[in-house]
Each structure stands twice: as C-alpha cells, then as structure tokens.
C-alpha cells in the first residue's frame, strides 16, 4: 500500500516535470525560430538570423527534438515495459539540450561581447530585438535543460530507495 | 550467489569506465591547456592561446573538475553509503563535460570556419598547429562525455534490472 502510493506520487511529480519541459523546449524552439531582424550598419542593409548560425540551428533541432520527445511520453500508459528505454532516453535526450543550449550560448556570447583576439567584433549593437529574441530563447532552453536534470536525478534516486527497501 | 557476481561484474565494469573516464578528461585538459601558438598575420604578430576563448577557459576547468572527480571515486570503498551521491554527481559531472565540450566545438567552429553573415573570419590558416591541438583536446573531452553517458546508462539500466528482479 506505501508502496504503491509511492510509486503513484512518483507518477504524478515526473508527469508534471515532464508537461513543464515541453513547455519550455517548445518555447524555446518557438522563440528561436522567429528570431530575425534587419539593419543597417555603415550604410549596409543586413539580416540578422537564427539559420546564419550551425549553433542556433542545431539548439533549434535538439529543442524541437526535445518538445516531440517530452510531447510523445506523456502518452506512454503506466507500467509499459518502454518505460525502461525512456529512462535510457531521458539521458541522451538531456545530454542533446544541453549540448544545444552551450553551443548556442558560447555563441551569443561572441555576438555579444565579441573576441578581441580572433578579431571578432560584437553584432548586438545594430540588432538588439535579436539579441534579446536569441537571449530568451536560450533561457528557455536553460530551464528544459534544469528540468530533465531534475527528472534523471529524481529518477536516479527514487531507484535507489527502491533497492534499499 | 549469482546477485553477488553480477555485483561484482558490475563494479569491475565501472571501474574500468572510471579509469578510462579519468585518462579522457585529463588529456583534454593537458592538452587544451597546452595549445598556443604565435604567428605574423599581415605583417602582425599575434598569439592565439586557449585562455583567449572563454569557452575553452570553460573546457578546460571542466575537465579538470572531471579528472578530479572521476580520480577521487576511485578511491571510494563499495558498499559505502556515498555512492549514492556520486550516482547524482556522475549526472551532474556528465551535464558539465558535455557542456563544456559543446561550448568549445561551437567556438572552434567558428575559428575553422568563421561566419560570413557576423563578418567573422576563420583564423586557423596562420595557427593551424594550434588548430589541431584544440582539436585533439575536444576530441578526447568528447571521449570522456561518452564514457560518462556509458557510465549513467548502465547504472540506470542496472537499476531497473535490479528492481524488476
């Protein structure tokens, strides 16, 4: 009976996470995805894109894998033996967002602050809309990256505490 | 008797992960720590260096974290009550690594190949020594990522053998 209601409230907090990560990858991928802005800088009219970045659109990827992914299991029935690959998946797929989520952020990180050194100059200034566009994107896809840790973690340890009972 | 085998399988198995693990992010991290090179550009000389680039400032300090880390539990005796922290530290350390190479390869990307639309030009032609000592160091920091994802994989995996037993 303890067991059980465990087992249910586990249920209901990882089914939670999960609705909560699809928010916010599909969010994330969403904001990127409309991310543009046209300007000109010495008298020269240019577009500013989230498709002239491999960064950006590989973040645009894992997030959108990431939403289909979080969308799918919330259909998956309780005790379904493909709940074992999900755990599996549940790893790579937050090692994917993470993944994006740093790449896309050293990235920005350049547009913004620019390196001296490889003679990179900084591109926010003429298109700060994408900037913040971008900027928002990736702290959605931040907190997807938080929330599937929390899920392993949680997953992880509540496995644990069954082996010890 | 067989529980106690497949006890031992198992921590042989990951211990072996772990050595390797070790030798992985301590290499990435000598030889990202290592990489610079000077070079005349256009009649300019110049230094590219590692400690130019905040992600691969970040690569390394990763890195180093995750040799410590994976040097430390292998001193850890089995059965003692911590292993249950690092199963969530392996997670955590598994996030960083994969963060941090990620990070890099974005960067160096953009150092092989530049980007045309932000105006910022490749600069490996004069340095490509450096080049492929950066590159070295993320291929083996890519090495240590899946050796840790192995690691999570299986002891999730176990886990659940465990439970369904």
């Known amino acids: 009976m303890k067991l059980m209601t465990m087992a249910r409230t586990k249920r209901v907090f990882t089914l939670l996470l999960r609705v ?14 409309t991310s543009h802005e046209k300007a000109n800088m010495f008298g020269v009219r240019f577009e500013a894109k989230f498709s002239h970045t491999p960064a950006f659109k590989y973040f645009l990827i894992a997030n959108v894998v990431g939403s289909v992914y979080s969308f799918l299991v ?3 029935p309780a005790e379904n033996l493909l709940w074992r690959l999900v755990s599996a998946l549940d ?13 896309a952020l050293a990235i920005a990180y350049v547009g913004k602050k620019g390196n001296s050194h490889a003679g990179w100059l900084p ?5 700060e809309n994408y900037c913040h566009h971008v900027g928002g994107a990736l702290a959605s896809g931040f907190i997807g990256v938080l929330i599937y840790m929390i899920l392993l973690l949680y997953s992880i340890q509540t496995n644990l505490k069954t082996q010890l009972v």
Chains 1, 2 share one sequence.
């Not at 909560?20 to 990127?32: D, E, I, N, P, Q």
């Not at 591109?123 to 298109?127: N, Q």
């Open 20 to 33: 909560l990560a699809l928010g916010a990858t599909f969010a994330a991928a969403v904001v990127m995805a």
């Open 74 to 76: 919330l259909f998956l």
């Open 91 to 103: 790893v790579v797929m937050t090692l994917v967002l993470t993944s994006g989520v740093s790449a």
């Open 123 to 127: 591109i926010c200034g003429p298109v």
